[in-house]
């Protein structure tokens, strides 16, 4: 399974993306098994803080690739309905979650970090939103998060020139909470995590649940369109261009 759960001490559970010899890609099954262990989480009263990190050195590379391609508009929209309720549970996440970042965290990687209220990163961390160069828009809420974050402008920015980020930028533009040495983001995370536990639970949900009011149009948005651009032939290509490791040749359709 892709997804691991190991329970810490003073209620901490660390879910892990383990798929390393891929960079944990976050494709349908996993998103599935994701929401299930935060809903898991979410009603076990011995479970005070969570902490999601990646197996290997690296957070995310994103949405799996082989798990895209050509589907009828119902079955694509219902997968991102999934997507919808997963990012949701994150963003509004009744106990402290935080996302631990070691490597890339590219694409849907990078928008299943933002997801998190908290984002704790290695210096090394390095942070893409890369849907573009595949001919998709951003998805998981990332068009209502990374602004939310960093600013409209710089966030546009961001995801129109899949400009890498390092860690040290992402600290300075507000992309990350904290930064950590390489090797010290679990524990880092972890013990930043448990401080927040300590106070009071409802204030602290109010709080998420305002700032998580736009999140619900961007995902509807998303929803609806990007079914539409999956099944182009511009995403053909750009998935055609990636697993061939050429440069893709748009046609704008």
């Known amino acids: ?91 509004r996440f009744p106990k402290p979650l935080v996302a631990a970042v070691e490597g890339f965290a590219a694409g849907g990687g990078f928008a299943l970090a933002l997801a998190c209220p908290t984002i704790v990163a290695a210096r090394d961390a390095r942070f893409v939103a890369s849907f573009t160069k595949i001919a998709l828009m951003p998805d998981m809420g990332l068009l209502s998060t990374l602004p939310a974050r960093i600013g409209k402008a710089k966030a546009r920015q961001l995801i129109l020139s899949n400009r890498v980020v390092s860690g040290e930028e992402a600290e300075r533009i507000g992309l990350v909470d904290q930064l950590t040495d390489p090797g010290d983001v679990l524990a880092a995370a972890s013990a930043l995590a448990l401080a927040e536990a300590s106070g009071p639970a409802m204030p602290r949900q109010f709080v998420l649940d305002w700032f998580a009011r736009d999140l619900a149009e961007a995902l509807e948005y998303e929803q609806a369109l990007q079914p539409i651009l999956i099944n182009s032939a511009d995403a053909a290509e750009g998935r055609a261009a990636f697993a061939e490791k050429r440069t893709p040749r748009f046609r704008g359709c």
Not at 65 to 83: K, M, P, T, Y
């Open 1 to 91: 399974m892709s997804i691991e759960t190991k329970p810490g001490e003073e209620g901490l559970l660390v879910i892990t993306l383990n798929e390393p010899e891929r960079r944990n890609p976050i494709g349908h099954a996993a998103r599935k098994a994701l929401l299930a262990v935060l809903s898991d989480a979410a009603g076990d009263d011995a479970v005070r803080a969570v902490v999601l990190t990646g197996a290997g050195g690296h957070f995310s590379a994103g949405g799996d690739i082989r798990d895209q391609g050509e589907r009828s508009l119902g079955v694509h929209r219902e997968r991102f309905a999934v997507i919808g309720d997963m990012i949701t549970r994150m963003a």
